[in-house]
């Protein structure tokens, strides 16, 4: 069951990479835009979280303050490449304080993912 767990978090940690390394190639190519690969890996971290939020086959106790701030986190990029989509298909561009937040609250995902035990 632990191994299961393990290709689980796996899997999620995939998920990000798509995210967040979609959105850099955006950044370095300064293309402000969001692309269909950043859906893709959203919905990959997504569903693997939800997945390793289920106490199956551990121990120890679940820290759901942090699992329920990283869900709010993942809420919020969704919500905003959302956004960004739109406005893209409006106007062709997607606003630079959109764009830029996508980056941060992937980054920040991750870091309270690595350093909130």
Request: hydrophobic residues 60%; proline residues 3%; aromatic residues 10%.
């Amino acid at each position: 069951m632990e191994t299961l767990r393990h290709v689980v978090v796996f899997i999620h940690l995939i998920g990000f990479a798509v995210l967040f390394g979609a959105w850099v190639v955006e950044a370095v190519n300064r293309r402000y835009q969001v692309t269909r690969l950043m859906n893709y890996g959203l919905l990959i971290a997504g569903v693997a979280g939800l997945a390793l939020a289920a106490p199956w086959g551990i121990e120890y106790d679940m820290n759901y303050m942090k699992i329920g701030i990283k869900l709010v986190v993942l809420i919020a990029i969704g919500a905003l490449i959302g956004i960004g989509m739109g406005r893209q298909r409006k106007h062709g561009t997607v606003p630079p304080a959109i764009f830029w937040s996508i980056g941060l609250l992937t980054a920040l995902n991750a870091a309270i993912a690595v350093i909130w035990r």
